[in-house]
């Protein structure tokens, strides 16, 4: 498992464990956050996943709506988080809201994670 802290008004840290720890960055306090807390669009914001087990791939775009991306408000990054490991796909504003991710033989997938510059984490499990 792991805990995420934001760091300022857009920086996210990942710390692996099972529990919350009191962290700070420039001797400011890190706010651990969870993920789909943020009063906003849902349609827009969670990662819709599809897992095709032919291929051994997971397909992601984020919302059911298309997010925007652009340079003020945009999905920064996509985790897909397996039963093996975690893959992260970071995009631009140039790029669309989606990312296809490869597994590794007898893996799975467990959940996906984005990042929304204004809007946080978000997520959504297999």
């Known amino acids: 498992m792991s805990v995420f802290y934001l760091a300022g008004k ?20 890190l706010k651990a956050i969870d993920p789909n807390s943020v009063d906003a669009a849902k349609e827009k914001h969670v990662p819709v996943a599809t897992y095709d087990a ?28 397996t039963k093996k490991g975690v893959q992260r796909v970071n995009l631009t504003a140039t790029d669309a809201p989606e990312a296809t991710f ?11 994670i984005e990042f929304c510059n204004l809007h946080g984490l978000w997520q959504t499990e297999f």
Request: hydrophobic letters at 40%.
């Open 102 to 112: 490869r597994l590794a033989d007898g893996d799975a997938p467990v959940k996906v």
């Open 54 to 81: 032919a291929k051994n791939e997971v397909h992601v775009t984020v919302g059911s709506v298309t997010h925007p991306m652009t340079e003020e408000h945009l999905i920064a990054y996509i985790i897909l988080v």
């Open 10 to 29: 857009s920086h996210v840290v990942e710390v692996y464990g099972d529990e919350a720890l009191d962290l700070a960055c420039c001797g400011t306090p």
